[in-house]
């Protein structure tokens, strides 16, 4: 049982390109949620989504789009990369069904130069 | 928007000591759940807290979730070596459900031997 699946885990951009940050869950959980993690402020959330085909904003979401075509998969997309989204990024998942336990994946490290 | 502040910031103990780290959120809360995270790691969820007044222990942790559901505190009894990361506190508002939680800026513990 793999659990939340993160790639990349480092990736270094340069400003102004795109990428994607994947995010795989193989718990059949209904919600999943993107976080970044800057120094000093805790976790914030980017965007969410409690169903396939469901997505919605959270606190930080500008300079994001996410899409959740299936159960399992919650890309995040950067569309043109700028420092100020140089942080840590957490996948998480949960479901109302197992307890509402969250699980994280191991993150990832984006640095935008 | 719903805001979650967690005190204090740093805590250096003793091993042996106890450490408290307290949540208070700006709005009513459906739940309140903890998390540990250690250095380079990713959040682990502790546990989830639910009731008014309730109080849960894990081994020599102790977690309370206030009468009126907008604060809470985590508790630790003998601190260990093992005990060492940082503590959050994250809160799920009334609309809202696991997918979209507020961080609290959490609690690094850090522990003397």
């Known amino acids: 049982n793999a659990g939340v699946t993160q790639t990349p885990k480092f990736q270094v951009l340069k400003t102004g390109q795109s990428m994607t940050l994947q995010c795989a869950q193989d718990?059949?959980?209904?919600?999943m949620s993107w976080y970044r993690q800057d120094p000093g402020m805790g976790l914030r959330l980017i965007h969410y989504?409690?169903?396939?085909?469901?997505?919605d904003q959270g606190e930080v979401p500008n300079g994001y789009n996410v899409s959740r075509s299936t159960t399992e998969d919650f890309p995040l997309r950067l569309l043109s990369a700028a420092p100020s989204q140089t942080s840590v990024y957490f996948c998480?998942?949960?479901?109302?069904?197992?307890?509402?336990?969250?699980?994280f994946g191991e993150g990832s490290w984006l640095t935008v130069v | 928007g719903q805001q979650v502040m967690q005190i204090p910031q740093y805590q250096h103990v003793q091993e042996g000591e106890d450490f408290t780290t307290y949540c208070n959120s700006s709005?009513?809360?459906?739940?309140i759940q903890w998390y540990k995270q250690r250095p380079g790691g990713h959040p682990v969820f502790l546990i989830q807290?639910?009731?008014?007044?309730e109080v849960k222990k894990q081994k020599r942790l102790t977690f309370q979730f206030g009468e009126a559901k907008k604060n809470s505190s985590l508790h630790i009894t003998a601190t260990q070596t093992t005990d060492v990361g940082t503590y959050f506190c994250?809160?799920?508002?009334?609309?809202?459900?696991?997918?979209?939680?507020?961080f609290g800026t959490g609690t690094r513990l850090t522990i003397i031997p």
């Open positions: 998480a998942s949960s479901s109302y069904l197992s307890g509402n336990t969250i699980y």
């Open positions: 718990m059949n959980h209904e919600y």
């Open positions: 989504s409690v169903g396939a085909g469901i997505t």
């Open positions: 709005t009513t809360l459906s739940n």
């Open positions: 807290l639910v009731k008014s007044g």
């Open positions: 994250a809160g799920a508002s009334a609309n809202f459900g696991n997918e979209k939680l507020t």
